[in-house]
């Protein structure tokens, strides 16, 4: 297993091309089953959650050709309705398939996902509502068994307990090609959900309320191919706006969106963080002179503050003027990178689903181990300012969502080595 190992106390000064989104990605390629004609997605980011859902669909029948970040999956033959245990394991957003093969073939065989390190993170909304459509779903043996009505799904008014990007998507998709019209109350609003929508009305699907937590779809008997781009990856550019912040510097963010960004751009302003987007859509990250204050942030569903970016926001409170508290809502065991700091000097006293953040004059490098995909690159950004060297093992978890993050980080200054074990 492949460990980084960072000398830390360098500026990062210079430019990071940010890629497509990892959670856009995923969703957006499952849509594919949805129609028998050929999809070509471009700024596809080069990941291995994307390779493990290419493999996924390769083993379901899909054709599928890739250039560089265009990718084209065409399911014209799709030969089997089956996720099987062994792929869907290595990818839990491989349960996206569930309602785009129950829409499109009234069948699926998708194996539970199974929990991960941050939660259980069960799925159980999605089966309920997929219920709610007509769908006859048995568990058993660690797979869900779904068939749709012999004449497909039915449209139904949904009402989700809590927000689920998950099982607003899965659903989405299902209702898109369902007979009649289906409403999702209380619906995700991550922009990953709306560019899942904004394809599907591409290939001809009937939706409304998008951006909104009520979503509204009339099913069409069938849907088109399409082209589109996977939208800028939101927690990439959070995470290296967050860097720049904790090493100071200058570094110029492109490709991105700011507008993606609504409630970490407050958050760094207060910490003492200048963000900028000039004319031609660059975004430049600047540590103002003295120093990163604590701030205390709280994750919600979109537009809250991303869960995805807690780990690393957690990161730079370590070192910031002041004491700052960290709750995360979203997921219950979302806290695992609080040893592996402490283990670098951080001083961190978790209550709960609370953290207690105090900075501290500087972090010493040590040997951490990743556990998870946002708390493997928030032990990075330790490692870039700790004192000395810092080894993170099982970097595998980082490969899952950051495309190429030693290069570049490297290319601003950063010293990273990836040592192949
Ligand atoms: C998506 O996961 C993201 N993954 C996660 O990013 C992200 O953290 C999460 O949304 C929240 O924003 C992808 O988009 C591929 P949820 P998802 O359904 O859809 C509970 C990363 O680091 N829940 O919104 O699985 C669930 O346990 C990953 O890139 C149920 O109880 O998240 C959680 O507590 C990590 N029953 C909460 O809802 C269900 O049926 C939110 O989960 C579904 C969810």
């Known amino acids: 297993m492949d460990k980084l190992r960072i000398t830390g106390g360098q500026q990062l000064n210079g430019t990071i091309e940010i890629g497509g989104a990892k959670n856009a990605a995923l969703p957006l390629m499952t849509a594919s089953v949805l129609t028998a004609e050929p999809v070509l997605f471009n700024n596809v980011p080069d990941l291995m959650d994307v390779k493990s859902l290419i493999d996924l669909l390769n083993d379901m029948g ?26 869907v394991r290595k990818m839990r957003a491989s349960v996206l398939v569930l309602g785009p093969l129950l829409a499109r073939f009234g069948t699926a065989e998708v194996s539970l996902p199974g929990g991960c390190a941050i939660g259980t993170r069960p799925v159980d909304m999605h089966i309920s509502a997929l219920e709610q459509m007509g769908a006859k779903i048995e568990i058993k043996d660690g797979y869900i068994y779904a068939t749709a009505p012999e004449n497909g799904l039915n449209g139904a008014e949904i009402v989700f307990s809590q927000k689920s990007v998950g099982a607003t998507e899965n659903l989405l998709m299902a209702a898109s090609l369902a007979n009649g019209h289906t409403i999702l109350h209380n619906a995700a609003r991550e922009p990953e959900v709306t560019d899942l929508a904004e394809l599907l009305i591409k290939m001809g699907a009937k939706i409304t309320g998008l951006g909104t937590d009520n979503l ?206």
């Open 216 to 421: 509204e779809i009339t099913g069409v008997s069938e849907l088109s191919g399409a082209e589109h781009a996977v939208i800028p990856d939101r927690i990439e550019t959070g995470t290296y706006m967050i860097a720049t912040a904790m090493t100071g510097g200058r570094v110029v963010l492109k490709n991105a969106r700011l507008d993606l960004l609504d409630a970490l751009l407050p958050v760094l302003k207060m910490a003492g963080v200048d963000i900028e987007q000039i004319e031609n859509g660059d975004i430049i990250v600047e540590r103002a002179g003295n120093g990163l204050n604590s701030v205390d942030i709280t994750t919600k569903p979109y537009p809250g503050f991303p869960t995805d970016l807690q780990a690393q926001l957690m990161a730079m409170l370590t070192v910031a003027n002041g004491a700052g508290i960290v709750d995360e809502t979203i997921f219950e065991n979302r806290f695992m990178h609080v040893p592996e700091l402490i283990r670098m000097g951080a001083d961190i006293t978790v209550k709960g689903s609370s953290a207690l953040v105090r900075g501290v004059e500087q972090l010493k490098g040590a040997e951490v181990m990743a556990t998870d995909l946002r708390a493997s690159v928030s032990l990075i950004l330790a490692g870039l300012v700790a004192e000395g060297t810092t080894v993170v093992n099982r970097i595998y978890h980082l490969d899952r969502g950051y495309e190429n993050l030693e290069q570049k980080l490297g290319a601003c200054g950063a010293k990273l080595e990836r040592i192949k074990t």
């Open 62 to 87: 899909a054709n599928i050709t890739r250039d560089g970040s265009n990718l084209t999956i065409d399911n014209k033959s799709m030969t089997s309705t089956k996720a099987s245990y062994d792929l």
